[in-house]
């Protein structure tokens, strides 16, 4: 069962523009959200997060937004620029039981193209 | 540069033959994961180290894999008698044990071919 989904293979847009990918889940017990960035032949480089005690997290360029009636997060990229061209995972894991580790379960991941 | 770093890069193997790929990790992380990722999908859970202890195992690692760390250090991820469904991409991450403790950094990976 995929716990976390991406429904959109691929998402392309206009360099500037707003690029919007999205994430849902369907396990309850998840209260932790990641995005990782992947270039080819290297590994997913971490993003941003959010913990499902908040509904928006911000870094610069990235924002980070969790619904969580929804079972979903998405992740917006304002101004997109071409080197944001990469595959993009979510991922989700559960803390509960005071045991923290980095058990994490991805989605299938989102190739964002940025066209100058 | 202080990253994890995996070796090798690439493997090619013939079915049946042993392989093994080795991991080092961040030096204060004290977590180590293994994870893999077929073509088309996100990385998949296989294992974790706190310390020199393997404190989980998924049901995707078959009897026909092992993994270790030994002193903590580096580890290591064997997988014996190969088969074409072992061909993927393995990725080995590392955290901290407490503070960051939810955000792994991940190595380039260790791309394993069966014949």
């Known amino acids: 069962d995929q716990q976390v989904k991406q429904n959109s293979p691929s998402l392309s847009v206009q360099e500037g523009r707003i690029s919007i990918l999205n994430c849902d889940y369907t396990?309850?017990?998840?209260?932790?959200f990641l995005w990782y960035k992947k270039y080819p032949a290297e590994g997913p480089t971490f993003l941003i997060s959010?913990?499902?005690?908040?509904d928006k997290n911000e870094d610069g360029r990235f924002t980070v937004f969790l619904n969580k009636s929804a079972k979903h997060l998405s992740l917006h990229i304002v101004p997109s620029q071409p080197g944001d061209s990469a595959v993009y995972f979510c991922?989700?894991?559960?803390?509960?039981?005071?045991?923290?580790?980095?058990?994490?379960?991805f989605g299938q991941g989102t190739i964002l193209t940025v066209h100058p | 540069d202080t990253g994890v770093s995996q070796d090798p890069r690439h493997k090619i193997t013939k079915r049946g033959q042993n392989v093994t790929f080795r991991c080092d990790p961040i030096?204060?992380?004290?977590?180590l994961y293994w994870y893999r990722q077929t073509l088309g999908q996100g990385p998949e859970f296989l294992t974790y180290?706190?310390?020199?202890?393997?404190?989980?195992k998924s049901r995707l690692l078959s009897d026909r894999f092992s993994a270790e760390r030994p002193k903590g250090s580096f580890s290591t991820l064997e997988i014996q008698r190969t088969e074409q469904g072992d061909s993927a991409m393995y990725l080995c991450?590392?955290?901290?044990?407490?503070?960051?403790?939810?955000?792994?950094?991940f190595g380039a990976g260790s791309r394993l071919t069966v014949l």
């Open positions: 030096s204060e992380h004290n977590r």
């Open positions: 991922a989700a894991l559960s803390n509960a039981g005071g045991t923290s580790y980095g058990k994490l379960t």
């Open positions: 180290f706190q310390n020199e202890a393997q404190l989980e």
């Open positions: 991450a590392s955290s901290r044990l407490s503070s960051g403790a939810n955000v792994l950094t």
């Open positions: 396990n309850s017990m998840f209260d932790y």
């Open positions: 959010i913990s499902s005690i908040k």
